[in-house]
């Protein structure tokens, strides 16, 4: 016999780094992914039934491997109450391993369904807390749970976060390559150590970027996205990245970088300009034989909110 209470959670993607920021920064953008949960009598947590639609569908498992479920253990084990199993059903628009934050959303899903069920116990700052320890770095999660512009960082074991709000004018043109790139293989070109020129460098674009947000122009952007962190580094893996950068930048885009570890290309660009930026940056994929999809997106202010669902 099924417990009539449904649960429902919203959550956007994010693009993190954001160039210059490594694993500190992040934003979160105007595409949703959904995650309802409906709890079974008789049903553990680890044999809940999922039913995927849109990106994903087919792929994504149950059981232990699963990242929501994962978050959904790790709040009750936190909270100290059990956490039935169920019926989930997930409404995925966030591409999978494209570095847009697909993980991300689900640990952020899985952690706010549960403290539902649990009576909303903890507070976001608690919840970030358990799910940066699931992910291992707050650059994604941060924005996926407050939204806006993100600054992150671990001290003392717990997350230090601040946020801003986007200017309303910017748009995100993102382009997504029709292969994946995970971030155990991004993060393993990067060197082990750097160059004090490299260091200083990265930190004087760092400075522009938060210029660029809080004086709210993006002629500053391009200034602030010259990573020589991880950018250099990850960029030969990405086919037809650069011609896509480079086209970005022919067409007017405030500045344009790698989406998290990628490989999905994200320009920064005013709104007159945003549909041609994203053709532009098609285009450059396609010279090297790579199909990909752009989407223009807003920036998301308010990160991962409940749905609100007539329950009976």
């Given at each position: 016999?099924?417990?009539n209470?449904k649960?429902?959670?919203?959550?956007?993607?994010t693009?993190a780094?954001?160039?210059s920021?490594?694993?500190?920064?992040?934003m979160a953008?105007?595409?949703?992914?959904?995650?309802?949960?409906t709890?079974?009598?008789?049903l553990s947590?680890?044999?809940s039934?999922i039913?995927?639609q849109?990106e994903?569908?087919?792929k994504i498992k149950?059981?232990i491997d699963?990242?929501?479920l994962?978050?959904?253990?790790?709040?009750?084990?936190?909270i100290?109450?059990?956490v039935?199993?169920g019926?989930?059903?997930?409404?995925n628009?966030?591409?999978l391993?494209?570095?847009?934050?697909?993980?991300s959303?689900?640990?952020v899903?899985?952690a706010?369904l549960a403290?539902?069920?649990?009576?909303?116990?903890?507070?976001?700052?608690?919840?970030?807390?358990?799910?940066t320890e699931l992910?291992?770095?707050?650059?994604n999660v941060a924005p996926?749970m407050f939204?806006?512009?993100c600054l992150s960082?671990?001290?003392n074991k717990?997350?230090?976060?601040?946020?801003l709000?986007?200017p309303?004018?910017?748009?995100a043109?993102?382009?997504?390559?029709?292969?994946e790139?995970?971030?155990e293989?991004?993060r393993?070109v990067l060197?082990?150590?750097y160059?004090?020129?490299?260091?200083?460098?990265?930190i004087?674009a760092?400075?522009?970027l938060?210029?660029a947000i809080?004086?709210r122009k993006g002629?500053l952007l391009?200034?602030g996205?010259?990573?020589?962190?991880?950018?250099?580094?990850r960029?030969?893996l990405?086919?037809?990245?650069?011609?896509?950068?480079?086209?970005?930048?022919?067409?007017?885009?405030?500045?344009?970088t790698?989406?998290?570890?990628g490989?999905?290309?994200i320009?920064?660009s005013p709104?007159e300009?945003a549909?041609?930026i994203?053709v532009a940056m098609?285009?450059?994929f396609?010279?090297?034989?790579v199909?990909s999809?752009f989407m223009v997106l807003d920036?998301?202010q308010e990160?991962?909110?409940?749905?609100?669902?007539?329950?009976y």
């Amino acid at each position: 016999m099924k417990i009539n209470r449904k649960y429902g959670v919203r959550v956007p993607a994010t693009t993190a780094n954001i160039g210059s920021g490594f694993d500190t920064l992040g934003m979160a953008l105007g595409l949703y992914n959904e995650a309802y949960f409906t709890p079974v009598n008789g049903l553990s947590l680890m044999e809940s039934r999922i039913d995927v639609q849109g990106e994903g569908a087919g792929k994504i498992k149950s059981g232990i491997d699963n990242m929501i479920l994962q978050a959904m253990q790790a709040v009750s084990k936190k909270i100290g109450k059990a956490v039935p199993g169920g019926e989930l059903e997930l409404i995925n628009r966030i591409p999978l391993a494209r570095g847009m934050g697909s993980s991300s959303a689900a640990l952020v899903s899985g952690a706010y369904l549960a403290n539902q069920l649990c009576g909303n116990v903890l507070n976001k700052h608690e919840i970030l807390n358990i799910v940066t320890e699931l992910e291992g770095h707050p650059d994604n999660v941060a924005p996926a749970m407050f939204g806006g512009f993100c600054l992150s960082v671990i001290k003392n074991k717990s997350v230090l976060m601040e946020q801003l709000k986007i200017p309303d004018t910017w748009k995100a043109v993102v382009a997504v390559p029709d292969f994946e790139l995970r971030t155990e293989d991004a993060r393993r070109v990067l060197p082990d150590t750097y160059s004090r020129e490299d260091s200083v460098q990265n930190i004087g674009a760092v400075s522009f970027l938060m210029a660029a947000i809080m004086m709210r122009k993006g002629e500053l952007l391009k200034a602030g996205l010259a990573d020589r962190i991880h950018v250099p580094y990850r960029l030969p893996l990405i086919s037809g990245a650069e011609e896509a950068m480079k086209n970005a930048d022919k067409k007017g885009c405030y500045g344009v970088t790698i989406s998290g570890s990628g490989p999905t290309i994200i320009a920064f660009s005013p709104k007159e300009k945003a549909y041609e930026i994203g053709v532009a940056m098609a285009d450059g994929f396609k010279l090297h034989h790579v199909e990909s999809k752009f989407m223009v997106l807003d920036f998301d202010q308010e990160g991962g909110q409940p749905i609100q669902l007539d329950n009976y």
